[in-house]
Structures are given as structure tokens and as C-alpha cells.
């Protein structure tokens, strides 16, 4: 349906281009959209451009800029969940949870229930890892900055190939 909740027709000319969605926010997005919403189930959507922009902001771009900070900073470190600081520990629990929760949703194949988990662990990865990491990055302890760097590259790595099948 449209954003109106009238159904889209050319007609009526009530819904966007779906190019110019791709071309804006891109494929995965738009993808991640539509894998979350009522539609998966076989219920009435009314697309939202909102809601592609906040899938796009909330998860695609604060992956990016997570990414880009971890990229000042690195070396050619290997990846490694050997860390003993709290804030790795914790991230890579949680990243295990991410696995957890979205390999039980794959293998029913539900498929709004595996993408929904996504967002919430970007969103910890962003607000509570590197938020409160950031000063280990910047560190002039070297084991601690490298356990700092080992372990975002680790999540990364690992995060990959959960996003896989969703954001490709």
C-alpha cells in the first residue's frame, strides 16, 4: 500500500520510483526494509520512504562511520575474542547472541525475526562498545589498544558474514 494506506497503482501515481529509493538509501536498505516489515508474513505494508531513511541511517550508515573509526586506528592486527577488558568481553557475548538469535530464525525461515536482532546489535556495537572504547583506541597502552583493535576487527569479520544474506 502507499503511505496513505491506499493501494499503489501507476494510476494514481502514489507511490516513489523505486530507482530513485535504490539510488538514494541503495539496494540494502530497501532490502532490510521489506525483510522487517509485515509483508514477510503475507500482511498489507504501506511503504514508507521514512522508513527505508531510518534503516539506512540507523543501520547502514552508523555501521559505516563505526567502520571508519576502527580504520584510523588499525594496523595489520589479526582479529581475536581473546580480550580479557569487560567492553570486549561483553561485545562479543553479545555478538554471540546476534549469531544465536539470527541462525534459530534462518532455520525456520522467518526471516523478519532473523533481521530485527541487526539493528539492535549496531546499535550497542555504535552507542556502547565504541562509545565507551574510544580512549582505548587512542591509547598509548599497546595491549590494551591492541586487545581494542583485535576485538573490533574480530566483530567485524564475524558481524560480515551475519549481514551476509541481508545487507550483501
Known sequence: ??????????KLKNYPDPIEIVNKYGADALRYYFLSSPIMHGEDLSFSEKGVDEIYKKNI????????F???YRGDEEGSNMSDN????????RL?????EVSSAMDIYNLDRAVRPIGDFIDD????????SRERFKSDDKKDKLNALQTTKYVFTELSKVLAP???
Open 1 to 10: 500500500l502507499a503511505e496513505d494506506g491506499q493501494k499503489m497503482s501507476k
Open 166 to 168: 541481508f545487507m550483501p
Open 61 to 68: 550508515v552508523r555501521l559505516n562511520n563505526v567502520y571508519a
Open 125 to 132: 556495537l555504535s552507542t556502547w562498545y565504541l562509545r565507551r
Open 96 to 100: 554471540g547472541q546476534l549469531i544465536g
Open 86 to 93: 569487560i567492553l570486549d568481553r561483553w561485545i562479543i557475548a
Open 70 to 72: 576502527y580504520e584510523l
